[in-house]
T-cell receptor, first 110, second 112 residues
């Protein structure tokens, strides 16, 4: 079946450094790739998304890149801040169903 | 406007009892999803409703799980004869067609 692999499962960075989270998907027909941030005890919230007709998208300190040939996409956070600490989930979708990755726990150390 | 709401926020039940979890989606959203999130784990798809179409139940883990969506709005997830492995946070999300999924705050279910 379809699946999405996400790495690393945990990531610690110093404040101000960059963080990169990578996901690989299996369904080549996937065309929508959202990223969600979930702070402790809170609901997941969309932080950025990308569609398959675009290779890169930026929004301030966050960016997502997509390589359709390799079927992988990545989240990049620059100039990390303590409030970036959370669990990040990637997902891949070609219809209504999102297949989520297993999450990355990011810790930004002050 | 109001976001997705869920009730109860916490539910503790004894093994073998039935539970009902409620989701109120964002008004006007035609799509509604249920997910299960076990401690420290990812989001496991359970079921999807879209308008008046037949729901996609492919993620329901067993026949003890069922869900309804009445009038294209409120949804109820029912777990019969609960087991300890059912303990998790149950998240509901809604979206307009092809758009972002908005999540509710979840219901934390503990089966003792």
């Amino acid at each position: 079946g379809e699946n999405v692999e996400q790495h690393p499962s945990t990531l610690s960075v110093q404040e101000g450094d960059s963080a990169v989270i990578k996901c690989t998907y299996s369904d080549s027909a996937s065309n929508y790739f959202p990223w969600y941030k979930q702070e402790l005890g809170k609901r997941p919230q969309l932080i950025i998304d990308i569609r398959s007709n675009v290779g890169e998208k930026k929004d301030q300190r966050i960016a997502v890149t997509l390589n359709k040939t390799a079927k992988h996409f990545s989240l990049h956070i620059t100039e990390t801040q303590p409030e970036d600490s959370a669990v990040y989930f990637c997902a891949a979708s070609r219809t209504y169903k999102y297949i989520f990755g297993t999450g990355t726990r990011l810790k930004v150390l002050a | 406007g109001a976001g997705v709401s869920q009730s109860p926020s916490n539910k503790v039940t004894e093994k073998g009892k039935d539970v009902e979890l409620r989701c109120d989606p964002i008004s006007g959203h035609t799509a509604l999803y249920w997910y299960r999130q076990s401690l420290g784990q990812g989001l496991e798809f359970l079921i999807y409703f879209q308008g008046n179409s037949a729901p996609d139940k492919s993620g329901l883990p067993s026949d003890r799980f069922s869900a309804e969506r009445t009038g294209g709005s409120v949804s109820t997830l029912t777990i019969q004869r609960t087991q300890q492995e059912d303990s998790a946070v149950y998240l509901c999300a809604s979206s307009s067609r092809t758009a972002e999924q908005y999540f509710g705050p979840g219901t934390r279910l503990t089966v003792t």
